[in-house]
């Protein structure tokens, strides 16, 4: 297994990155619908705290771990929205302090602990995949940020991991979708990076690659956008259209 913890800079990275963005905007940008109905700007960011908060507790054993706290709603809508009911009680620099308290005590947690960790969220997640789960959280709702005051939003390198999970929860996805891998088929995504990198996930001899730009995969996977929306992201076989279809890289 490798020891590379480079995912936990990137991951601060991406936090930093959306923080310096947040400081600047004015109260009545924090008012601003996001293509999320029925959320401003000050939600994303309540919503983006709250799980931080969920998150830091999950790892470490905490009172407020994801399993238990989701089991006490009767739809995962409705603990998402109580996080965002808290921020609502909350001035926009309240919440901007909340998420960054939180977002610090997250790093230190996932930073102590070893890389060989499981965290129970969900089914289960091992620690590159639960770091790389949070950074991609926070570029997630960073899009809508970004769309909700009309910037928009620069790629980085950072896409690396997004891309890595979003092919890595493929399986997951389909569970959720109901569909089955055609039999006999093996996949491979080969996206390339906004610095012109090629990355890709999968065996090389894989039957169905998926070839286009990392940036619209990513999108694709978190469901920013739909597959009309990304018009470069090429499918070679039936597996490669399935996963075009039904990427789904969140629970």
Not at 193 to 213: F, Q, S, V
Request: proline share 6%; with cysteine; aromatic share 8%.
């Amino acid at each position: 297994m490798s020891d590379d913890r480079s995912i936990l800079d990137d991951y601060e990275a991406e936090q930093r990155y959306l923080h310096g963005f947040l400081q600047v905007l004015s109260d009545e940008q924090w008012r601003l619908p996001t293509p999320a109905a029925g959320w401003d700007v000050r939600d994303q960011v309540s919503h983006l705290a709250d799980t931080e908060e969920t998150a830091h507790d999950t790892a470490t054993g905490g009172p407020r771990q994801i399993n238990d706290e989701a089991a006490e709603y009767s739809s995962p809508d409705g603990w998402t929205e109580a996080g965002c009911d808290k921020g609502r009680a909350m001035t926009p620099a309240e919440v901007l302090e909340w998420w960054w308290s939180a977002a610090a005590t997250v790093r230190k947690a996932l930073g102590d602990l070893p890389s060989d960790a499981r965290v129970p969220w969900g089914l289960g997640m091992g620690w590159r995949a639960f770091v790389t789960a949070r950074l991609m959280e926070h570029w997630a709702h960073g899009l809508d940020i970004h769309a909700a005051v009309g910037v928009p939003s620069s790629d980085t390198d950072r896409l690396r991991h997004i891309a890595w999970i979003c092919t890595n929860a493929l399986p997951y996805a389909f569970g959720v979708a109901g569909v089955t891998a055609p039999e006999g088929h093996t996949l491979r995504v080969e996206v390339t990076g906004p610095n012109g990198d090629l990355w890709a996930y999968g065996k090389p001899d894989a039957t169905d690659p998926i070839t286009g730009p990392a940036g619209q995969w990513c999108r694709l996977a978190v469901q920013r956008i739909t597959r009309a929306d990304a018009p470069d992201l090429v499918a070679h076989g039936p597996l490669a259209d399935l996963a075009l279809d039904h990427a789904r890289a969140f629970l």
